[in-house]
């Protein structure tokens, strides 16, 4: 296993994203078929998803490839690996194998791939600028990056809220200072300048919207709780007075967001994309 805490602390949480993950899939629908359309994926390519976690894009890009093609799941954590796995084996998807990879040190030869995806995972990198110098060296000439990362905190409060309400009832910042959150990188000039810097051209970022919609507040908050990473295993660490008083908390926090129709909250991924001259 590898002494990334980060990639360990996801490895913990990996069956909650397997409980979720046709949810994950629906989701991430328009942010995937988005990230399809500026990596140019077609037939024949060689792809590869890095931090796929359950493999929705890369899954997604499988469909694409054939004649000839084959996509590339990676992952850092080995759980979200034979999740992603066991999705392509389920589908039949004999042009998809799955791999162990950390985004700081692809194990990967150079000018590889026709493309490479990462979807809300570059951000959880250590070392952002030289994990994106990893995406362009794996690149073949011409072939294309689609990097989509979590824009401000403020415009996702379907996980902004959890964040600050957590660390109101911790009295602790979420997350702690110093550790690549889920926003670390939700400038879209600093993105540009990140992918600009890694030597790829053509660099554009584009907004997408990504609403998330709750039937219930039961029913997000169980599935954000399942879904959060390493906050995730923190709550569910919490004593059980603890747990119930920080619920109640989050009811209060997230009531403004509450329609006839359940919860509905704002979502905006940034979708950088570039190519390798
Ligand atoms: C928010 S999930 C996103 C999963 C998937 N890309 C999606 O959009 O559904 C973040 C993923 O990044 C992976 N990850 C975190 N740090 C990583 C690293 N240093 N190297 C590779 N994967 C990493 C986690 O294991 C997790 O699967």
Redesign the pocket.
């Known amino acids: 296993m590898?002494n990334?805490v980060?990639?360990q602390l996801?490895?913990g949480v990996?069956g909650s994203?397997d409980e979720h993950a046709d949810f994950?899939d629906e989701r991430?629908v328009e942010v995937t078929a988005r990230m399809l359309q500026v990596a140019g994926v077609g037939a024949g390519d060689r792809v590869l998803?890095?931090?796929?976690?359950?493999?929705?894009?890369g899954l997604a890009a499988a469909r694409l490839v054939t004649p000839g093609g084959e996509v590339v799941l990676?992952?850092?954590?080995p759980g979200?690996v034979a999740i992603a796995e066991q999705r392509a084996r389920a589908r039949g998807l004999d042009q998809v194998v799955a791999r162990v990879?950390?985004?700081?040190h692809l194990d990967e030869p150079d000018s590889g791939y026709d493309a490479v995806l990462?979807?809300?995972?570059l951000m959880?990198?250590?070392d952002h600028a030289g994990?994106t110098r990893e995406i362009a060296r794996v690149l073949r000439p011409g072939g294309r990056a689609a990097i989509?990362v979590w824009g401000p905190r403020e415009r996702n409060p379907w996980l902004g809220v959890v964040f600050d309400t957590v660390g109101e009832h911790l009295g602790v910042p979420v997350p702690p200072p110093g550790v690549h959150g889920?926003f670390a990188l939700d400038d879209a000039g600093g993105l540009a300048e990140l992918l600009t810097g890694a030597g790829l051209a053509d660099v554009a970022v584009q907004e997408v919207d990504a609403p998330y919609r709750a039937a219930t507040f039961e029913d997000w908050w169980t599935r954000t709780t399942a879904?959060a990473?390493p906050l995730g295993g923190m709550l569910a660490a919490l004593p059980e007075d603890s747990a119930r008083a920080l619920t109640q908390r989050m009811r209060e926090a997230v009531a403004p967001y509450a329609t006839e129709h359940g919860l509905a909250f704002g979502g905006v991924t940034l979708l950088g994309s570039g190519r390798r001259p």
């Open positions: 590898s990334n980060m990639v996801w490895d990996a994203w994950v991430g998803e890095l931090a796929c976690g359950p493999g929705s894009v990676s992952d850092g954590a979200m990879l950390e985004l700081e990462c979807r809300e995972g959880f990198a250590a994990a989509a889920p879904l990473g």
